[in-house]
């Protein structure tokens, strides 16, 4: 499985965006797909995560009420829409997938084989 993220950059607080995750390769097996980020000096956290092609979605406590995780089937493709962004959730965002057959219950970056390469959010005060 490949994933190539796209959709950072630059926003003052309080702005939105809109990440995106394309992803190729055995992605018609279910899969837990997601987001994690790492900001400078911090450890990585999750962020968010839903299963390909499932419903159930899963948020980490600073995403909670803020982040929508979402996806399109039929373009492989999974959105992380930040909105009331805070300039501590800049931090470079990585798309990640687990091997098919895994749900996303309980798991931790340990969980997930595929990372994409990261996109940059910045968000300015």
């Known amino acids: 499985v490949q994933l190539v993220e796209s959709g950072g950059g630059s926003v003052q607080a309080g702005g939105s965006l809109r990440l995106s995750c394309a992803a190729s390769?055995?992605?018609?097996?279910?899969?837990?797909v997601g987001w994690f980020r790492q900001g400078p000096g911090k450890e990585r956290e999750g962020v968010a995560a839903i299963h390909f092609g499932g419903v159930n979605t899963y948020y980490g406590d600073s995403a909670k009420g803020r982040f929508t995780i979402s996806q399109d089937n039929a373009k492989n493709t999974i959105y992380l829409q930040m909105n009331s962004l805070k300039p501590e959730d800049t931090a470079m965002y990585y798309c990640?997938?687990?091997?098919?057959?895994?749900?996303?219950?309980?798991?931790?970056?340990?969980?997930?084989?595929?990372w994409g390469q990261g996109t940059q959010v910045t968000v300015s005060s």
């Open positions: 390769g055995h992605t018609e097996m279910r899969a837990c």
């Open positions: 990640v997938a687990t091997r098919p057959g895994f749900t996303c219950t309980g798991r931790t970056a340990a969980d997930f084989d595929y």
